[in-house]
């Protein structure tokens, strides 16, 4: 064999041989690469906004509900106020109002909020408020009988400051007799009777448990005790109760008596 040759062959071997170990490197390499990314922790994804609330998602549907329950429990029921030329209108909140009581304390709609409440409109000297709080009446024990479901009842007195069923002993005279324990207002302008249309006495009107007017008109269907129609009709009780049933209250207005 000739030199030149040999020394080729020598050459081509060790090319040969040092392009196998880079190609061997190349494979460990490789292989440690894969092994260090597969050891290496799987990043987790950010958490998306919560559609609803504009924050992050919980994980938790209920708890998230339950939050927002209790956010819409605490808001705030603002009224529309008398004072501001506010008018009564069903289905939509109940004017607010500042009337003073048989002791001269002030009191408001709004300080009975979240629970049910009857405006009735009286006057001593009334003959139908005469009967409905006489013995056998409807009004002698319906507000007691009510005020234990929760419901709050208040007797609303418009009469002008001239006017005998205005007068303060004359009004407390008439509760000691007949057993009222509720709170008589006493509205001596005029402006909320006007404000809540009230034109006869006694002429009710039911306020929900959100401040919402939901009936207006007459007690019932019996005026003086006297049905009319096939049977009595309670019309306060009954929009009380469909209302806190979470159903439609089915006669919404009435015409009142008196």
């Keep these: 064999m000739k030199p030149s040759t040999t020394l080729a062959s020598l ?3 060790l090319v040969m041989a ?5 190609t061997i490197g190349a494979v460990v390499s490789i292989q440690d690469a894969k092994q260090e990314k597969k050891d290496e922790p799987t990043p987790k994804p950010a958490p998306k906004p919560d559609e609803k ?3 992050e998602k ?5 708890q998230g509900d339950t939050k927002q329950g209790e956010a819409k429990k605490d808001e705030k029921i603002v009224l529309p106020k008398v004072a ?5 209108e069903l289905g939509k909140l109940a004017p607010d109002f500042v009337l003073k009581d048989l002791e ?21 000297g009334c003959p139908a408020c005469k009967q409905a709080y006489g013995e056998g ?19 609303m007195n418009s009469e002008g400051p001239n006017e005998k069923g205005s007068e303060l002993q004359r009004n407390k005279d008439f509760a000691k007799e007949n057993g009222i324990k509720s709170p008589i207002l006493f509205d001596p302008t005029g402006a909320v009777g006007k404000a809540y249309g009230a034109k006869t006495t006694p002429h009710c009107y039911v306020v929900s448990d959100k401040g919402v007017l939901i009936y207006a008109g007459a007690l019932d269907n019996a005026p003086y005790g006297k049905v009319s129609g096939d049977k009595k009709i309670e019309y306060v009780v009954d929009a009380i109760a469909q209302a806190k049933a979470g159903k439609k209250v089915e006669v919404a207005e009435t015409k009142s008596y008196g």
């Design 137 to 155: 009446g409807a009004l002698r024990e319906l507000p007691d009988r009510l005020k234990k479901d929760g419901v709050v009842w208040l007797v």
């Design 11 to 13: 050459l081509a071997i």
């Design 18 to 22: 040092g392009g196998a170990t880079a």
């Design 53 to 55: 609330t504009g924050g």
């Design 84 to 88: 501001d030329g506010a008018k009564a």
């Design 104 to 124: 001269g304390k002030d009191a408001t709609l709004s300080q009975h909020l979240g629970k049910y409440i009857v405006l009735e409109w009286f006057n001593p």
């Design 58 to 62: 919980t994980g938790d549907a209920k």
